[in-house]
Nanobody, 113 residues
């Protein structure tokens, strides 16, 4: 049973933008901190951003000022707006629900000319 479904990944040129979406079951989304992580080839999965149910956000230093996380409670969806993308952002991006320790299947983001 898939509980977190990501979408929005793809190939983008350096300097471009993408918006990732993660739709969750309502019982997972509500009152839960939602986050995004990423894993590049040969590297460990790393934290990207998170947003608490009250709206408090947290970002990795590497994405501050470029990425924006948001959530739509009516749609049970969390978004990651990614701007000024560079090759270092190439990775599989995973959605996470902190309470429950749930993960999505991942969506590939490739930044290349």
């Amino acid at each position: 049973q898939v509980q977190l479904v990501e979408s929005g990944g793809g190939l983008v040129q350096p300097g471009g933008s993408l918006r990732l979406s993660c739709k969750a079951d309502g019982n997972i989304f509500s009152f839960n901190t939602m986050g995004w992580y990423r894993q590049a080839p040969g590297k460990q999965r790393e934290f990207v951003a998170s947003i608490a149910s009250g709206g408090t956000t947290n970002y990795a230093d590497s994405v501050k000022g470029r990425f924006t996380i948001s959530r739509d409670s009516a749609k049970y969806t969390v978004y990651l707006q990614m701007n000024s993308l560079g090759p270092e952002d190439t990775a599989v991006y995973y959605c996470n629900a902190r309470r429950g320790g749930l993960w999505g299947q991942g969506t590939q983001v490739t930044v290349s000319s």
